[in-house]
């Protein structure tokens, strides 16, 4: 039986077909895993620039918009907090957060990993933990740290609150030993609880403005970000370090005007390296 011209090419195109079809199935897998290690890259630098998660030793891996966390935290604050770091990411819908919480750590240590933890990190990790936790989210309690001992002080509407804060102070990591001056009292002051969610709010924001800045500055092919010092207070970003041109300094201030949260930017001391002087 002779095939009619039209068949002929019908009968030739239909494989050329199946082979393009395979060629571009290959093509975006190799695109969707391009995009997962870029999604779990940029996790885990968040992750390690963060000041209540870089101690800990936290597993990332992403597959098709669901990221799988897994590793230890001391506490369900900063279990939570890795979830909602993984969701901020864009392209990420899904968190199975399988962080084991292993508050074993020893509370007398003041170094990790060779690092001494000062006493501004432990006052302001100890306040975001107490804030971001539903059983002291709403009382107005201060915090103090000095080389290492902390005093806690304010109101707790219960002796088991007032004992959970307690026992939140002591597990953040630099914790020497904490003084637990909390009175119970059934009622708190409106006027002190908007007072220190206030404070407690600035001081998160700053954290994750600078830790945004420089992550972004990591995934910038035009700025070297190793070479950049930030540091935010109040939502004021100050920038520090050497560049090597105009157009990289000039990247940088606007990589860092554009995260959300930045008032204004400082880069009076991003200078240009001494060889392009």
Avoid at 70 to 77: A, C, K, L, M, Q
Avoid at 174 to 188: F, H, P
Avoid at 206 to 234: C, E, P, Q, R
Wanted: hydrophobic share 40%.
């Amino acid at each position: 039986m002779k095939l009619s011209s039209r068949n002929l090419a019908l009968s030739a195109a239909i494989p050329l077909a199946i082979i393009a079809g395979c060629g571009q199935a290959r093509a975006d897998a190799r695109s969707q895993e391009v995009l997962d290690a870029r999604q779990e890259a940029q996790i885990a630098t968040i992750y390690a620039l963060n000041p209540y998660l870089r101690h800990n030793n936290l597993k990332v891996a992403v597959a098709q918009g669901t990221a799988t966390l897994s590793g230890n935290v001391e506490d369900d604050v900063n279990r939570d907090l890795a979830k909602e770091i993984a969701l901020g990411v864009s392209g990420v819908t899904r968190v199975e957060n399988q962080i084991v919480i292993q508050s074993n750590q020893d509370p007398q240590a003041s170094a990790y990993t060779g690092e001494a933890i000062d006493d501004s990190t432990i006052t302001a990790s100890i306040k975001s933990k107490l804030y971001w936790s539903q059983r002291t989210e709403r009382l107005p309690i201060t915090v103090k740290t000095e080389r290492g001992h902390v005093v806690l002080r304010g109101t707790a509407d219960s002796l088991s609150s007032r004992n959970f804060a307690g026992q939140l102070a002591l597990s953040t990591r630099g914790v020497e030993s904490v003084d637990n001056q909390l009175q119970v009292n059934g009622k708190t002051s409106a006027a002190a609880i908007d007072d220190t969610q206030e404070s407690v709010r600035t001081e998160l924001s700053d954290s994750w403005i600078t830790t945004k800045v420089k992550s972004t500055f990591l995934y910038s092919n035009n700025v070297a970000g190793s070479n950049i010092a930030v540091s935010t207070l109040h939502g004021v970003v100050t920038l520090r370090g050497m560049v090597e041109t105009g157009a990289e300094r000039a990247l940088a201030i606007e990589l860092a005007q554009n995260v959300r949260g930045v008032k204004s930017v400082k880069a009076a001391n991003l200078v240009f390296s001494a060889t392009d002087q």
